[in-house]
């Protein structure tokens, strides 16, 4: 994986003071997205193991409520992996920490469980059809490990300047675990 930047002072990605990182890459491509330079995969930096004790001691700060997870898209392919260890290990190592993540996917897609029932994919010999359902998965259990998820692409057309953490309108703030527990979009509500 790579990385775009880290802040470690963000009071503008969430609520609180937090620390927040920006992936590096994006298929979405959003027309006038405020952070196209994130949309290489090949730019930014290398995401290191040196790299993510830095991210983690900047998260073990006390004044330190939140952590934010931007990019670029947290959840390609290319990223998600690294991403989903590393808020594994922020929410078993920072129990108090809120973690708020951005993403071009909406909660209805990434919690899509149809393709399960598709017994020809999920018990494929194909290793890119196997690899698809990983990835899914993985993107599930990313979005799990989160309190907060801001959905949606980028809708220029639907663009927002007073909405508090979105760019657009049909963005959502989600309460993820809110959410799973009843089984239906639940609003983040401050």
Same mark, same amino acid.
């Given at each position: 994986?790579?990385?775009?930047?880290?802040? $470690?002072?963000?009071? &503008?990605?969430?609520?609180? #003071?937090? *620390?927040? +990182?920006?992936?590096?890459?994006?298929?979405?491509?959003?027309?006038?997205?405020?952070?196209?330079?994130?949309?290489?995969?090949?730019?930014?930096?290398?995401?290191?193991? @040196?790299?993510? +004790?830095?991210?983690?001691?900047? #998260?073990?700060?006390?004044? *330190?409520?939140? *952590?934010?997870?931007?990019?670029? @898209?947290?959840?390609?392919?290319?990223?998600?992996?690294?991403?989903?260890?590393? /808020?594994? @290990?922020?929410?078993?190592?920072?129990?108090?920490?809120?973690?708020?993540?951005?993403?071009?996917?909406?909660?209805?897609?990434?919690?899509?469980?149809?393709?399960?029932?598709?017994?020809?994919?999920?018990? &494929?010999?194909?290793? +890119?059809?196997?690899?698809?359902? /990983?990835?899914?998965?993985?993107?599930?259990?990313?979005?799990?490990?989160?309190?907060?998820?801001?959905?949606?692409?980028?809708?220029?057309?639907?663009?927002? /300047?007073?909405?508090?953490?979105?760019?657009?309108?049909?963005?959502?703030?989600?309460?993820?675990?809110?959410?799973?527990? $009843?089984?239906? #979009?639940?609003?983040?509500?401050?």
């Amino acid at each position: 994986m790579r990385f775009a930047q880290i802040r $470690n002072m963000d009071i &503008s990605n969430g609520e609180g #003071i937090g *620390v927040a +990182l920006f992936v590096q890459g994006c298929h979405f491509h959003c027309h006038n997205c405020f952070n196209f330079e994130t949309w290489d995969f090949k730019g930014g930096s290398e995401w290191t193991k @040196e790299t993510k +004790l830095q991210f983690l001691d900047l #998260i073990s700060k006390p004044f *330190v409520k939140r *952590v934010s997870i931007l990019g670029g @898209e947290p959840l390609a392919d290319e990223n998600v992996d690294e991403i989903c260890m590393l /808020l594994n @290990e922020i929410r078993y190592t920072f129990r108090d920490k809120i973690i708020w993540l951005y993403t071009g996917y909406t909660f209805e897609e990434s919690f899509d469980y149809s393709w399960q029932e598709k017994a020809d994919l999920r018990f &494929s010999e194909n290793p +890119l059809e196997r690899r698809s359902d /990983l990835i899914k998965t993985c993107r599930q259990n990313t979005i799990k490990l989160c309190d907060v998820l801001i959905d949606g692409k980028y809708m220029d057309d639907e663009r927002d /300047l007073n909405l508090k953490w979105c760019g657009s309108k049909n963005q959502r703030v989600i309460d993820v675990q809110k959410s799973l527990l $009843n089984g239906e #979009i639940v609003l983040w509500t401050a």
